[in-house]
């Protein structure tokens, strides 16, 4: 039986990585020609991932934010006692990204410190600036609203990282800017990160390079799908 038959539809490995096995391929990214047939890989899942997000009907899009947010919920009550009097990063959503936007305001009223991130500085850490219902935002890169320039510069304890991809033992496929892995190597002490994508985006692997980092969980419409080991 295939892997595609055991485990449902996955990607196809990477250009000259063939018929490899995702436990025998180079963590390490050594070989320069490995390291390049990964980021045409890369780029192809994406443009496959972001076309089939985009193809999901408006009615979709709500059931699955409204299921996520459910979870999101929940897992925030069960883990940090709903989070009150932390500092949460959420995100404003983009290209058919699940909309959270309701459950911040949500967390808001109930004494939840939200934050969103922005790009400040191009192929830098992000920044996370505060945000409530009242925040008159501004135009930011890619042309996201983000919290204006002179919004409190916050730590947060918890992260919320959309994903276009995820795999089950938590990494995540970006859009391939790399600010978030390189927020999180940055980020002292490191939040909990939470991946928010679709069920239909797992991915068999990756195939994580040295710069990758893993989530700490990956959450989508069906509940929590893949956890890393708790850091020491």
Same mark, same amino acid.
């Given at each position: %039986?295939?892997?595609?038959?055991?485990?449902?539809?996955?990607?196809?490995?990477?250009?000259?990585?063939?018929?490899?096995?995702?436990?025998?391929? =180079?963590?390490?990214?050594?070989?320069?020609?490995?390291?390049?047939?990964?980021?045409?890989?890369?780029?192809?899942?994406?443009?496959?991932? $972001?076309?089939?997000?985009?193809? %999901?009907?408006?009615?979709?899009?709500?059931?699955?934010?409204?299921?996520?947010?459910?979870?999101?919920?929940?897992?925030?009550?069960?883990?940090?006692?709903?989070?009150?009097?932390?500092?949460?990063?959420?995100?404003?959503?983009?290209?058919?990204?699940?909309?959270?936007?309701?459950?911040?305001?949500?967390?808001?009223?109930? +004494?939840?410190?939200?934050?969103?991130?922005?790009?400040?500085?191009?192929?830098?850490?992000?920044?996370? $600036? $505060?945000?409530?219902?009242? @925040?008159? %935002?501004?135009?930011?890169?890619?042309?996201?609203?983000?919290?204006?320039?002179?919004?409190?510069?916050?730590?947060?304890?918890?992260?919320?990282?959309?994903?276009?991809?995820?795999?089950?033992?938590?990494?995540?496929?970006?859009? +391939?800017?790399?600010?978030? =892995?390189?927020?999180?190597?940055?980020?002292?002490?490191?939040?909990?990160?939470?991946? &928010?994508?679709?069920?239909?985006?797992?991915?068999? @692997?990756?195939?994580?390079?040295?710069?990758? &980092?893993?989530? =700490?969980?990956?959450?989508?419409?069906?509940?929590?799908?893949?956890?890393?080991?708790?850091?020491?």
């Amino acid at each position: %039986m295939s892997v595609e038959e055991e485990t449902g539809r996955y990607a196809s490995p990477p250009c000259l990585a063939g018929e490899v096995a995702p436990d025998y391929f =180079d963590p390490l990214a050594v070989e320069p020609q490995q390291a390049r047939d990964v980021a045409r890989w890369r780029r192809g899942e994406r443009e496959r991932l $972001r076309a089939e997000r985009l193809a %999901m009907s408006v009615e979709a899009r709500a059931t699955v934010g409204r299921a996520l947010a459910g979870h999101l919920r929940g897992l925030l009550d069960a883990r940090f006692g709903g989070a009150a009097g932390r500092v949460f990063s959420g995100y404003w959503p983009i290209k058919g990204e699940p909309d959270l936007r309701p459950l911040l305001t949500e967390l808001h009223g109930a +004494g939840v410190t939200v934050a969103l991130p922005v790009v400040e500085v191009k192929a830098a850490p992000l920044v996370f $600036r $505060r945000w409530t219902p009242e @925040t008159k %935002m501004v135009r930011g890169d890619w042309n996201i609203p983000v919290p204006p320039p002179e919004a409190e510069r916050l730590h947060p304890d918890i992260a919320l990282a959309p994903v276009l991809g995820w795999t089950g033992d938590a990494y995540r496929l970006g859009y +391939g800017g790399g600010y978030f =892995d390189r927020t999180l190597a940055a980020l002292l002490p490191r939040p909990f990160t939470i991946g &928010i994508g679709l069920q239909s985006a797992r991915l068999a @692997t990756i195939y994580p390079q040295p710069h990758d &980092i893993a989530l =700490d969980l990956i959450l989508t419409e069906a509940g929590v799908q893949a956890e890393k080991e708790p850091r020491p």
